[in-house]
DNA sequence: GCGGGGAATGTTAGCGCTAACAATGTTGCC
DNA sequence: GGCAACATTGTTAGCGCTAACATTCCCCGC
């Protein structure tokens, strides 16, 4: 009987078949270099016949490795957090790691303590977490079993480790381009406070208003919704006075759009728009919106590269300062801007 | 010492703890009926003073059972396969299984079995495969390990127990609602051929014109970008007898309505635009997009709701005819559509 | 007072794997 | 030829847990 009834091969019955010991298949499988060449062949072929696969669980208990890394992301519509999150996937499955995911309804600490208690749980042997708010991010040093943490699209943050998108930098960008484009000066629309993405890009704006001595309108919020976008925008309309807006999402910048369109005020003839993230639909507003992008699949594979050199380095010499991985951001020119009216 | 040192605490440093065996420490954390409350409290009180947590590996490789449910889902920019994944995490996650994630880049059967093959590793118990192309359904259907598997948004396919949203359904009421307008027929650009969820929608279409014994005009096919609804619009525009058009996606009806309103036609004074998916953004295109709403959430649920069902019945009686749940579709009337011109 | 029965607890034997060590070849060199 | 050095393979002992069985304890009824 090639395959015993019942239950599915275990090592054991690979090295019967190949008239070896189990410790030899567990060496064939795992690329032990003193095994004869024939011998390898011989219970890779058994290996196969039986359509052998080793026990994880079995493995997992005496290596003290289970290979999972423990992701807390969020249930969102956002278009940033879901790129990251797929980028996530592909550098940990290329690096040969497995991903348990935990999507949160609400960012708040408590909700997070609870995702990663959920996921300990599992025994992941690291953390990615997608934290885009404050006190998510205050809340991650203190991490009880000692197993790392990064940190991923979420601004400053002093103790965790962290890859992130340069905001600032962004935001200095979009302001600046309104700028260059001869607009006095340029008003924004923020995300929620509490974001650390919404602090970045405010701060970035103000920098260049700064430096350019602009005079600094005072930003409106918004909660990155097309809607809050729409009613911001609605009262933007009505200020003759205002050329050119920095909205702090593309989502919020189209319901800006329509607000506009809708008060008859043109884009970009009247009114420069410029959003943040550049989500595929954006080249397609009327008019289509300059924007800024992010490059989110290389966040998630720096996340994922920062965590695994955690991973490895692990009980080295003494904790290096936490890691900060910036990636640029990039301005994408579309119809949404125009000079300023002489 | 509290707290062996150098390596965390397994059950029998709580069973010394509390001065009990390790075995009642395992009927403690697992909820064994016959165990004294006084003793119970004790056991507690350890686990909690060690900050003991249960190895999961140990664990799973003696009860054959791992919790984790593999979810091979596509890297997509598409907002309803993200929705679908949350729902399907959410629902998980209340039943207490782990979910592992794959990711995948392109959706053909060699990718959707190598995602499984690389989640059998981990030892998952069962399968939920978001599959919206044909190819990738019937691919599944042979599965090796005999673990069961739920497919989740693809449209009708034979052998697999699947949940998907009523899309025949969905393509029914959009062209139904057009045609109730007083539009004579409706143009419909669809999704990409292979793909089940637009097959679903033209037939939909097609059922609805047949139905009402309107000319049935040739469709177009798009990619599901906004691109491509550009492209096929700028056809659209230039053929005026065209009073209403049905995409069936919202980022393609974007750039369809984008390509109309450079052409200069009205919408929905000229022509009336329904789309499908009711993305976030779609009520602040311009105009507000009407489209049909899908219940991602309730599809994830579903879908792991099916494969609970499979994973705990299995071993019992005769395989039961596989499965199948509709959810479904829901018409949101915006301001793209009005009434045909007399 | 004592045997029976059930509740509460302890003891033992693996689950399938890898690490450490032991035991064989097998070669080369004096 | 004999022995050291190495390559190759086998044997043994757990990893931390749960299931099955064994034991103890206590209460009850006769």
Redesign the pocket.
């Known amino acids: 009987m090639p395959v015993p009834a019942g239950?599915s091969p275990?090592?054991?019955d690979v090295a019967r078949l190949a008239?070896?010991?189990?410790?030899?298949v567990?060496?064939v499988?795992?690329g032990h270099?003193?095994?004869?060449a024939e011998?390898q062949a011989r219970v890779q072929a058994a290996i196969e016949e039986l359509g052998y696969r080793?026990?994880s669980s079995?493995?997992a208990?005496?290596?003290r490795r289970t290979g999972v890394i423990g992701v807390v992301a969020f249930d969102t519509t956002h278009y940033g957090p879901a790129q990251t999150l797929a980028g996530i996937e592909h550098a940990a499955r290329a690096d040969g790691y497995f991903l348990s995911v935990v999507t949160l309804q609400t960012v708040t600490p408590a909700a997070v303590r609870e995702a990663m208690d959920y996921l300990a749980q599992q025994s992941v042997e690291g953390y990615v977490v997608i934290a885009p708010k404050r006190a998510v991010v205050e809340g991650l040093a203190d991490q009880p079993a000692g197993r790392p943490v990064v940190a991923v699209e979420g601004g400053e943050a002093p103790d965790v480790p962290m890859v992130c998108v340069d905001q600032v930098g962004g935001g200095y960008l979009a302001t600046r381009h309104l700028l260059d484009l001869g607009h006095r000066t340029v008003h924004h629309i923020g995300g929620p406070r509490d974001w650390l993405e919404a602090e970045g890009r405010i701060e970035g704006w103000r920098r260049a208003l700064e430096e350019a001595g602009a005079e600094i309108p005072e930003p409106h919020f918004g909660d990155w919704r097309p809607r809050s976008g729409y009613d911001i925008g609605v009262r933007l309309a009505a200020d003759p006075a205002i050329t050119a807006v920095f909205v702090a999402n593309d989502q919020m910048a189209l319901g800006t759009l329509r607000a506009l369109a809708e008060a008859g005020v043109r884009v970009p003839e009247d009114v420069s728009v410029v959003g943040f993230d550049d989500i595929p639909e954006s080249a397609f507003f009327t008019p289509p919106l300059t924007t800024v992008a992010q490059d989110f699949t290389e966040v998630g594979r720096r996340g994922i590269g920062l965590l695994i050199d955690l991973l490895e380095e692990s009980g080295d010499g003494a904790a290096a300062p936490p890691a900060r991985r910036v990636v640029p951001a990039r301005l994408v020119t579309r119809t949404s801007t125009a000079p300023a009216r002489a």
């Open positions: 239950r275990v090592m054991a008239g070896v010991s189990h410790q030899t567990s060496r499988l795992n270099p003193n095994v004869r011998t080793r026990n079995a493995r208990l005496v290596t």
